[in-house]
Nanobody, 122 residues
Framework: VQLQASGGGLVQAGDSLRLSCASSARTFSSYPMGWFRQALGKERELVAAISRSPGTTYYADSVKGRFTISRDNAKNTVYLQMNSLKPEDTAVYYC????????????????WGQGTLVTVSS
């Protein structure tokens, strides 16, 4: 299984970006998915997660109301719409597949994409 993240870039504070993560697995729809980020010198943290059937989502407090996770199972793709970006959102963003619905448990994620860099200037 491969996860290919894309959509990162350099933007200004207040701008928007949409990240995409395409999966090579035909079983994509069977797994919850998550987006993580890792800023320089910091631990990787969960940003958002979405259940198999896109009815349940989870967000870190720092992004609630600004970020939206979604998925298109027909396209084997999960998205992260990021609005009102702040300099503190600067990080490498990773998508990941989870074995079960337990968003806060990093150990549940067994497959990771390569990361895409988001840089937000002030």
């Amino acid at each position: 299984v491969q996860l290919q993240a894309s959509g990162g870039g350099l933007v200004q504070a207040g701008d928007s970006l949409r990240l995409s993560c395409a999966s090579s697995a035909r079983t994509f729809s069977s797994y919850p998915m998550g987006w993580f980020r890792q800023a320089l010198g910091k631990e990787r943290e969960l940003v958002a997660a979405i259940s198999r059937s896109p009815g349940t989502t989870y967000y870190a407090d720092s992004v609630k109301g600004r970020f939206t996770i979604s998925r298109d199972n027909a396209k084997n793709t999960v998205y992260l719409q990021m609005n009102s970006l702040k300099p503190e959102d600067t990080a490498v963003y990773y998508c990941a597949r989870s074995r079960n619905w337990n968003p806060a448990n990093k150990q549940a994620y067994d497959t990771w994409g390569q990361g895409t860099l988001v840089t937000v200037s002030s």
